[in-house]
């Protein structure tokens, strides 16, 4: 099953995507769970299946602007220095822990919207990321039940502004400039993704492969992230972590690759889709 947060004219919603369509859920459970953050929390993924069983689509997927998958998550845990290639070619050393940062629910926007870049910086580079969505949530989670906390999984655009990363050992600045990343289309629900390791994720320049990887190049797994960060923090449904990005970023290459206004930066994963934004100057 795939879920989106999407908006229709005036009107902000989320709904199931089937073939070309979108059934909306957001009508059809009413004020009680009127985000799909709130559905979550409130209702099993059955639940969700069997408010649309049988119906038709409401509007086509052209008819609608896709929104950031969890548009205000309560969380945006993302993991730096994650991908072995990715540690390799920045010349670190592996970390004995999760290198964890935030980043701001409106630094990111939806499938098709323009990703922002800064008039601060020549540096705005990508990063293709495979997310999870939390469901259960909860404190103290074993690695052993860490997937049934997974609600679904979606790709991300760790969009990066280089120079500001780097200005201190902390990344926050250069992980949080408006607009500047990304999260889409969907989610999958995890029920379709058995083994999350399996993934293939591929990012895209202006139709140019930059990364391709196998989810289990991570040094930190999902199931070791979620049990790691749910032991000092409750995992809420709606937030996301973002596992971190692959080798072949822009700033590693020789010469350095960095994305401009009038790009097109495309996020594929396996079994999930394929997350695709333009790039406009502030």
């Not at 969700?48 to 969380?75: R, T």
């Not at 320049?205 to 990364?211: D, F, I, P, Y």
């Not at 196998?214 to 596992?243: C, E, H, V, W």
């Not at 700033?251 to 079994?271: C, Q, T, W």
């Amino acid at each position: 099953m795939k879920l989106a947060s999407y908006q229709h004219g005036n009107t902000a919603s989320y709904g199931i995507v089937e073939g070309d369509g979108i059934i909306d859920l957001g009508s059809r459970f009413g004020p009680d769970c009127p985000t799909l953050k709130s559905a979550l929390a409130a209702k099993s993924l059955s639940d969700l299946q069997a408010a649309a069983a049988g119906a038709a689509a409401d509007h086509s997927l052209a008819a609608v602007q896709l929104l950031p998958v969890i548009p205000e998550p309560g969380k945006i845990i993302c993991v730096g220095l994650n991908y072995k290639a990715h540690i390799e070619e920045t010349g670190n050393k592996p970390p004995a822990y999760p290198i964890l940062f935030n980043r701001f629910s409106d630094s990111v926007v939806g499938h098709g919207a323009d990703m922002i870049c800064p008039s601060a910086s020549t540096a705005f580079d990508f990063e293709g990321e495979f997310a999870m969505v939390i469901g259960a949530g909860g404190r103290h989670i074993s690695e052993a039940d860490s997937l049934s906390a997974v609600a679904g999984y979606t790709c991300f655009n760790d969009g990066s502004v280089r120079d500001w990363q780097f200005h201190t050992s902390q990344f926050l600045p250069g992980k949080n400039f408006f607009h500047s990343g990304a999260c889409g289309p969907w989610m999958v629900t995890a029920d379709e993704v058995p083994d999350p390791d399996a993934l293939t994720m591929k990012t895209r320049l202006n139709g140019e492969e930059m990364q391709n990887t196998l989810i289990d190049d991570l040094l930190f797994g999902p199931k070791a992230l979620i049990a790691y960060i749910s032991t000092f923090t409750q995992l809420n449904a709606g937030d996301i972590i973002a596992t971190g990005t692959p080798g072949g970023v822009g700033n590693a290459r020789d010469p350095k690759l960095f994305m401009k206004a009038g790009d097109k930066i495309e996020v594929e994963i396996s079994s999930v889709g394929t997350l695709s934004n333009g790039i406009v100057a502030e």
